[in-house]
């Protein structure tokens, strides 16, 4: 599959956004998906992933309680809702697909090695 990320902009501290992933060229219905980002200079960080079936989800530390990935297989979307944003949460955003098909269907990746395609990336800023 081919992942378009988008969504990302401008948002003032405090707002919300939510990022969209879509695949093209095939079903996500095997795929768990994540959410990283990244900053100059540093790694690509997890900040949430989904089983394929929806049903499993976990979230880096600095986006519970503030970010809800959901996903409509129908749909072949995954999103990412960010509420409450902080300046420390401007980032390019990168959404990936990792197949599971021999997995769990509530197996959920969290490391970056394990998902095999990727989407573009779609900024993130934030301003105080």
């Known amino acids: 599959v081919q992942l378009q990320a988008s969504g990302g902009g401008l948002m003032q501290a405090g707002g919300s956004l939510t990022l969209s992933c879509v695949a093209r060229g095939g079903s996500l219905s095997h795929h768990a998906i994540g959410w990283f980002r ?17 049903g499993s989800t976990t979230y880096a530390d600095s986006a519970r309680g503030r970010f809800i990935i959901s ?23 990168y959404c990936g697909a990792d197949d599971v098909s021999y997995y769990s269907d509530t197996y959920v990746p969290v490391l970056e090695y394990e998902f095999e395609e990727w989407g573009q990336g779609t900024l993130v800023t934030v301003s105080s």
């Open 38 to 54: 990244q900053t100059p200079g540093k790694e690509r960080e997890l900040v949430s992933s989904i089983s394929s079936g929806g």
């Open 71 to 93: 996903r409509d297989n129908n749909k072949n979307t995954v999103w990412l809702r960010m509420d409450s944003l902080k300046p420390e949460d401007a980032a390019v955003y």
